[in-house]
Each structure stands twice: as structure tokens, then as C-alpha cells.
């Protein structure tokens, strides 16, 4: 392990470490990615999560302020403007909530008889359509906010987690986003 290299720790099926090893991999800083399993992070992060990152004596424990953090490294902006952060907060929102149901439903629990996880299942689909019903342009830009949408879509079909038949605008994203040598490149591991 080089120590003097920034240090991403995560696990490769993690939408939100992708969504890092993107950006990693189109501005070519060097790093080293560490594996990291739930005990490691748990061990590790006071967010008890991935990602994590190790640079020199700063350590940042959300993939935002990770994200934040490499574009500065990379001197390139944030965000380019609010519609991007908006589509970027949109895709997180469903993200997150899509993971938190699939680990809950892993421990047993899930939305059939919960009132509460009803209400986050129904957040993920009345966002999707939101999302279906934009005004997509003809050629993609593609910022953190399309980054991080598509690593939720691809991580949503990767687990099996949701049916897209009905979007049929979003899974036109996703085909060109696939196209992206750094989202290839960063695809998780064949189930």
C-alpha cells in the first residue's frame, strides 16, 4: 500500500464510490482504491460507510465532499450550475433511498407491511417520473449530477431493484451513458 497516494476506500458495487472512481479515472489523479468491506467501514469511518477518503491529513467520509474535494484537486467546478446540483440531489435522494430499502430488506423488513418504507418506495417512483418527464437534450451533458443518475439506474438494475419498462427517457440516458469509457471502465464485478 503507498502511503504518500490519495486513498478512496470502498467497496467496486457501491453506486457511490462508482460515482468517485468515475471521476478519478477522467481526471487521472492518482490514487489507490482499498476494498473495504461494512466491519472495515465501521472500523474506519465515523460515517460507518463507504466511501471514505485518505488524502495526506485530510479524511472525508461522504461521497459529496469527496466529490467536492477531487474537483478541487482537479481544479475543475463543483458544479456548473444549480440545474446540474438539482439533478445531482434528485439522483442522491433515489440512491439512497433505494439503498436503505435493499439493506433493510436484506435484515427481513420490507415495504409490504410498513407504512414508513411504503412512503420511501413511493419518494424513489413519483422521482423517476420527474425525472422521466425532463427535457432531455439530444446530446447528454456529462457533469456530476448525470454521473450520479446514472450510477443509481445502473446500480438499480445491477441489484435487480427496480423495473425502468416505464421510463423509457431515463433508460435512454443510461444507453449513453454506457457509452462513457470511464463508466465502463468502472462497471461492478458480473453477479
Known amino acids: 500500500m503507498n502511503t504518500n497516494a490519495m486513498q478512496l476506500f470502498g467497496s467496486f458495487t457501491s453506486p457511490f464510490v462508482r460515482h468517485l472512481r468515475v471521476v478519478l479515472a477522467e481526471t487521472g489523479l492518482d490514487f489507490e482504491f482499498v476494498e473495504t468491506d461494512y466491519a472495515q467501514s465501521a472500523a474506519k469511518s465515523p460515517a460507518q460507510r463507504v466511501p471514505f477518503l485518505q488524502d495526506g491529513n485530510v479524511q472525508l467520509t461522504d461521497s459529496t465532499s469527496i466529490l467536492k474535494h477531487l474537483r478541487d484537486k482537479a481544479g475543475q467546478p463543483f458544479f456548473v450550475d444549480t440545474a446540474s446540483l438539482e439533478l445531482y440531489c434528485l439522483a442522491n435522494t433515489c440512491l439512497d433511498t433505494a439503498i436503505n430499502l435493499f439493506l433493510l430488506e436484506r435484515e427481513g423488513l420490507n415495504s409490504d407491511s410498513n407504512s414508513y418504507l411504503q412512503r420511501q418506495a413511493a419518494r424513489i417512483q413519483s422521482t423517476l417520473k420527474t425525472l422521466e ?29 427496480l423495473d425502468f419498462s416505464a421510463y423509457p427517457n431515463l433508460l435512454a440516458f443510461l444507453a449513453h451513458a454506457q457509452k462513457q469509457p470511464s463508466f465502463v471502465a468502472t462497471a461492478p464485478p458480473a453477479a
Open 133 to 161: 418527464t425532463r427535457q432531455w437534450p439530444s446530446e447528454i451533458q456529462w457533469d456530476d449530477g448525470h454521473i450520479r443518475l446514472a450510477c443509481f439506474l445502473d446500480w438499480a438494475i445491477y441489484r435487480n431493484r
